[in-house]
């Protein structure tokens, strides 16, 4: 059992940047592979990065790769999403997710979930 704790969410305005973490309690953290998605209002949850159980992998929706970095501390139990040149269509409520094993982009697979952090990109 993980349970998980985003912070970092706030209002920007559109071209800056913010970062999120994702803060995992337990001791076998390093056997998860961690996720963001993102919930815009009135829009489906969507996939927004990945990450390996050693950081050495990553994954990202297409439309973000380059601006956004998804990393992780392992001896911290936090992963973190550096998110720059953020648009108003970034806006959404940003969720951390965990699994055993290999990432996956699909939310059904991950049976552990953050509460969620409101990021809002202002125009």
């Not at 076998?28 to 209002?41: C, D, K, L």
Request: one cysteine or more; charged letters at 15%; hydrophobic letters at 35%.
């Amino acid at each position: 059992q993980v349970q998980l704790v985003e912070s970092g969410g706030g209002l920007v305005q559109a071209g800056g940047s913010l970062r999120l973490s994702c803060a995992a309690s337990g001791r076998t953290f390093s056997s998860y592979a961690m996720a963001w998605f993102r919930q815009a209002p009135g829009k489906e949850r969507e996939f927004v990065a990945a990450i390996s159980t050693s950081g050495t992998s990553t994954y990202y929706a297409g439309s973000l790769k380059g601006r956004f970095t998804f990393s992780r501390d392992n001896a911290k139990n936090t992963v973190y999403l550096q998110m720059n040149s953020l648009k108003p269509e970034d806006t959404a409520v940003y969720y951390c997710a965990a699994r055993s094993g290999v990432y996956s982009t699909i939310q059904a697979h991950y049976p552990y979930w953050g509460q969620g952090t409101q990021v809002t990109v202002s125009s």
